[in-house]
C-alpha cells in the first residue's frame, strides 16, 4: 500500500499550508495578494491530491477487504471523502476564480468564518486518518506479514 511517510509528509504539509493561509487572510489587505493567493491554491491541489491518495490507495483497496468491520471504515472515509469534495467545491465557487487563481472576497468576515469551518473540516480529516485509517492499515499489513 502507499508509504506512511508520504500520507504524513501531505498531512504536515496541508497543515502548514492552512496555518500560514489563515495568519494571512486575518487582514483584509493581504487577501489580494499574490503570496496569498498561491498559498491558497496550492493548499487546495495538495487537498485534492491528498484526498485523491487516500481513497485510491487506502479506501479503494480496503472495501475489497474480506472483513466487514474493515469494510465498513473504508466506506465511512469515502463517504466523508465525498462531502467534504461537495463541501469544499461549494467553497470554492463562492470565494475564488480558480482559472484565474484570485480570491473573490465580497464579505471579508464571512469569507473568513467560512475558510476556518472549511479548513477545520480538512484537518479534522487528517487526524481521523491519522488516529483511526492509518493504524488499521499497518495492523491489516502486520497480519498479512505474519
Same mark, same amino acid.
Given at each position: 500500500?502507499?508509504?506512511?511517510?508520504? *500520507?504524513?509528509? =501531505?498531512?504536515?504539509?496541508?497543515?502548514?499550508?492552512?496555518?500560514?493561509?489563515?495568519?494571512?487572510? =486575518?487582514?483584509?489587505?493581504? /487577501?489580494?495578494?499574490?503570496?496569498? /493567493?498561491?498559498?491558497?491554491?496550492?493548499?487546495? #491541489?495538495?487537498? &485534492?491530491?491528498?484526498?485523491?491518495?487516500?481513497?485510491?490507495?487506502? /479506501? #479503494?483497496?480496503?472495501? %475489497?477487504?474480506?472483513? =466487514?468491520?474493515?469494510?465498513? +471504515?473504508?466506506?465511512?472515509? !469515502? %463517504? #466523508? %471523502?465525498?462531502?467534504? &469534495? @461537495?463541501?469544499?467545491?461549494?467553497? $470554492? &465557487?463562492?470565494?475564488?476564480?480558480?482559472? %484565474? @487563481?484570485?480570491?473573490?472576497?465580497?464579505?471579508?468576515?464571512?469569507? *473568513?468564518?467560512? +475558510?476556518? =469551518?472549511?479548513? #477545520? $473540516?480538512? $484537518?479534522?480529516?487528517?487526524?481521523?486518518?491519522?488516529?483511526?485509517?492509518?493504524? *488499521?492499515?499497518? &495492523? !491489516?499489513?502486520?497480519?498479512?506479514?505474519?
Amino acid at each position: 500500500m502507499t508509504a506512511f511517510s508520504k *500520507l504524513h509528509a =501531505q498531512n504536515h504539509k496541508i497543515t502548514e499550508l492552512s496555518n500560514v493561509f489563515l495568519y494571512l487572510v =486575518q487582514s483584509r489587505e493581504m /487577501c489580494d495578494t499574490e503570496t496569498a /493567493c498561491d498559498v491558497f491554491f496550492e493548499y487546495t #491541489g495538495k487537498v &485534492k491530491e491528498h484526498i485523491e491518495l487516500v481513497d485510491r490507495e487506502l /479506501c #479503494g483497496k480496503l472495501i %475489497s477487504y474480506p472483513d =466487514q468491520t474493515v469494510k465498513n +471504515t473504508a466506506d465511512r472515509f !469515502l %463517504s #466523508g %471523502s465525498t462531502e467534504i &469534495k @461537495r463541501i469544499f467545491n461549494k467553497y $470554492l &465557487k463562492d470565494w475564488c476564480n480558480e482559472s %484565474s @487563481r484570485r480570491l473573490t472576497i465580497r464579505n471579508h468576515d464571512e469569507f *473568513l468564518s467560512e +475558510t476556518e =469551518q472549511m479548513f #477545520g $473540516l480538512v $484537518l479534522d480529516r487528517i487526524q481521523r486518518e491519522t488516529e483511526h485509517l492509518y493504524p *488499521l492499515i499497518r &495492523k !491489516l499489513e502486520e497480519r498479512e506479514a505474519a
